[in-house]
């Protein structure tokens, strides 16, 4: 990789908007083109070499046409986009140097082009390993951080309830918690992850879902006392259940709805009525508004990183070929912590 | 009416209690026994001719075996217990002398006997129509202020939206978000209350929900930039609908959901991540939680009442007889303002 010599950038586009459907691998394609590793003009443009990819469940709202909230959909034959940890090879821009690691919004390819250096910051003073700037001190954290502490107000001995508990957000929001002195039980998809939730992340408790006949009774047995908290991740009959289960005053962080985003947002929840009877608070979030909050969330991280008080999980999956197959398993629920793509 | 005299005492029971269709005229039934007008032993009870009664959508919550929440169910075979304001016969209470009007819980009956004077307070002082202690003065009056000022937190210039803008609470709400500066429009359920909306009641717009075939366009053309602030009275349609039109950072309050007592809270909400699309805040509330605020409340309303800011509209219906038809007619969406039954 010399500057000036020309490379193959192989990246991964989207080949159809969704409609209603799962994503599946088969909605990407792998594109290969040439690259001339230069930058051109008095632009401040930062040539990078992408390390790690984020794939992120919100990023199958993008990938239909008819998506207007708070990200345009994706364009069809341009590689998708997405946050990432990459070197950088060429810089026009004041604040990055040759070898800084950056993260922020780049492109599924091998290099990319930041385009006037927006949307990045430099990493390269942290000493923890790359990817925990897309997990642990990256959008994931952040959101666990900012939708349990801030939107939930959590109290010492408050009764929390976390969905896909050993995701990339649930993870973490169990262990913060067990920080705050809350008992906190947890849902996942297979009995392995609800091992890992007990003997790994602190989780008082744990089910598998998909063994649960009646979630309803599932989370009464859990929680006989009803929930004071529920972080939640995945919409339908879950949330409605957990309706069933409030405590007074309950507060609910709607962090994401993955079931809802697969099946195109149609599941009809019919006990709101209980938000009344529980003098409840539901509040939806995007990480965009706590911005403020940032470099006080990664103090927090990176000490109790130090201290060994969080455990982070990831689960990489090799070459930027194996990306949609990484996306897709967010939506097959087969990851345990944060999904990592690793070049 | 002597004092040792023995009177007839008329009051409405609960024949049998209610599955999961609306309440009907013969749910109740008029029962007529003697009372004896006198208090004995050395308690602090409180003997009080009943002058107005308030029914309430809430009670039809009471009227179902099954109900557990924030109220226990109804006794079958004893008076429904509600809201009034009456006047005092025999008082074993320092607090309460005769002829003082009190309101609190009473029961639907001529005469009751206010256990220990619990749950009544003297309002003889004020100098306005003794209903309106049940009404803007009263729960429904709080039940607005709280509800929108400090759930709603409206800002001047928002954008408003009250569903049965033209009953007890929506016809308050509406003026409140007049005197904050917001523009408001309300729905309700005839053209009439239509025009009551825009005309007595200081409503920049309104519609009839009825003669529309598509919610969801309503309140997009009645708000072509969205909803900041959602007034939530009905449930089912209405919020499903309020939903898709909700701006970024809209909060809802969750007063009730009259359309979900009748049907028994089974309509399913489809488009819950429009909270998440919008970070939009959905809280429920109960008045009980806000009596520490009822002082400045009642301040914050004679004041206004005495200024002509706030206009009130009451819906009489006279006769004890007659107040399971009046308790029926707010299912039936009759009552325009406040429904009061003059004894």
Same mark, same amino acid.
């Given at each position: 990789m010399t500057v000036g010599?020309? !490379?193959?950038?192989?990246?991964?586009?989207?080949?159809?908007?969704?409609? &209603?459907?799962?994503?599946?691998?088969?909605d990407m394609e792998v594109v290969t083109t040439k690259l001339t590793l230069c930058l051109t003009g008095d632009t401040q443009d930062v040539l990078v070499q992408n390390l790690y990819l984020s794939p992120d469940p919100y990023m199958c709202n993008r990938m239909r046409e008819t998506f207007d909230s708070y990200f345009p959909p994706f364009e069809l034959g341009k590689p998708i986009t997405g946050l990432g940890v990459s070197k950088v090879i060429l810089s026009n821009?004041?604040? +990055?140097?040759? &070898?800084d690691i950056i993260t922020g919004f780049t492109s599924w390819e091998t290099y990319s082009v930041i385009k006037g250096g927006l949307g990045i910051r430099n990493v390269s003073h942290f000493d923890v390993p790359p990817s925990y700037h897309i997990g642990i001190l990256g959008i994931t954290g952040f959101t666990a951080y900012a939708g349990f502490l801030q939107i939930c107000s959590p109290k010492k001995g408050e009764q929390v309830f976390v969905s896909t508990a050993a995701g990339a957000v649930g993870h973490v929001v169990g262990q913060l918690a067990k920080l705050t002195g809350c008992r906190v039980v947890g849902s996942a998809g297979s009995d392995e992850k609800v091992e890992l939730l007990k003997t790994k992340l602190g989780y008082d408790d744990a089910f598998n879902y998909k063994t649960q006949s009646d979630l309803k009774a599932t989370l009464k047995r859990y929680f006989p006392e009803g929930i004071d908290i529920y972080f939640e991740n995945v919409g339908g009959k879950m949330l409605e259940a957990a309706l069933d289960n409030l405590r007074v005053h309950a507060r609910i962080s709607l962090c994401g709805m993955i079931s809802q985003y697969a099946s195109g947002c149609g599941?009809?929840?019919?006990? $709101? @009525?209980?938000?009344?009877?529980?003098?409840?608070?539901?509040? #939806? +979030? $995007? @990480?965009?508004?706590?911005?403020?909050?940032?470099?006080? +969330? @990664? &103090?927090?991280?990176?000490?109790? *990183?130090?201290?060994?008080?969080?455990? !982070?999980?990831? /689960?990489?999956? /090799? #070459? $930027?070929? &194996?990306?949609? #197959?990484? +996306?897709?398993? $967010?939506?097959?629920?087969?990851?345990?912590?944060?999904?990592?793509?690793? *070049?």
């Open positions: 010599s020309t !490379v193959d950038n192989i990246s991964i586009r989207l080949r159809r908007y969704l409609t &209603n459907e799962q994503p599946a691998e088969s821009h004041p604040e +990055f140097q040759v &070898n599941e009809g929840i019919p006990n $709101l @009525i209980q938000l009344i009877w529980k003098r409840a608070k539901m509040q #939806g +979030f $995007l @990480i965009g508004d706590y911005m403020h909050l940032q470099e006080e +969330f @990664i &103090n927090y991280m990176v000490s109790h *990183l130090k201290d060994n008080k969080i455990t !982070v999980i990831e /689960d990489v999956v /090799d #070459g $930027l070929e &194996n990306a949609p #197959g990484a +996306f897709v398993r $967010l939506f097959q629920g087969k990851n345990s912590g944060k999904q990592v793509i690793r *070049l």
